[in-house]
T-cell receptor, first 116, second 106 residues
């Protein structure tokens, strides 16, 4: 049963601390997406990678967020330093380019981040 | 104007009825659309994709796309309480609507 995995599932941290979230995409998918979901803003695309290369990170606050894909089986999203406004659920999704260049995405279970 | 607009609801229908969920978008050049279902506390799950004008049916679900009117919809026939969830409309460029919360009452 192929699925996207994310760790940790929950994270509570204090303002100013570094947070690292990890994602293992579905084997064979060449594109990985990072999203943030809040009640106020809904689901927002932060960044995505194709074949491990960053294609778009325009949705990410550059001064504190960074995303990498060290290898095909691991994507990371880091926040340093974290702030209370970063509290949200962070989803990773994976997919492969399909019809009309679009992606059918498969989401991981998410990391619920609380910054106090 | 948001790029993908959905009525946030809540939309309430009785069990067995047809639930109609709607979505409008601002980019006339958009080619592909997706519907995701998200249960409370869970992650979005892809249920339908549609790339061309007209209807696409999959079991109890029918997606409809009208590019001239920049409108996409999802119909759920014979609605079940297990269909109660938030339904997210997404464009091919990974822009999501805010979601419509659907409640199916037994």
């Amino acid at each position: 049963d192929a699925r996207v995995t994310q760790t940790p599932r929950h994270k509570v941290t204090e303002m100013g601390q570094e947070v690292t979230m990890r994602c293992q995409p579905i084997l064979g998918h060449n594109t990985v997406f990072w999203y943030r979901q809040t009640m106020m803003q809904g689901l927002e695309l932060l960044a995505y990678f194709r074949n491990r290369a960053p294609l778009d990170d325009s949705g990410m606050p550059k001064d504190r967020f960074s995303a990498e894909m060290p290898d095909a089986t691991l994507a990371t999203l880091k926040i340093q330093p974290s702030e209370p406004r970063d509290s949200a659920v962070y989803f990773c999704a994976s997919g492969s380019v399909g019809i009309a260049g679009a992606y059918e995405q498969y989401f991981g279970p998410g990391t619920r981040l609380t910054v106090t | 104007q948001k790029e993908v607009e959905q009525n946030s609801g809540p939309l309430s229908v009785p069990e067995g009825a047809i639930a109609s969920l709607n979505c409008t978008y601002s980019d006339r050049g958009s080619q592909s659309f997706f519907w995701y279902r998200q249960y409370s506390g869970k992650s979005p799950e892809l249920i339908m994709s549609i790339y061309s004008n007209g209807d696409k049916e999959d079991g109890r679900f029918t997606a409809q796309l009208n590019k001239a009117s920049q409108y996409v919809s999802l119909l759920i026939r014979d609605s079940q309480p297990s269909d109660s969830a938030t339904y997210l409309c997404a464009r091919g460029d990974m822009r999501f609507g805010a979601g419509t919360r659907l409640t199916v009452k037994p």
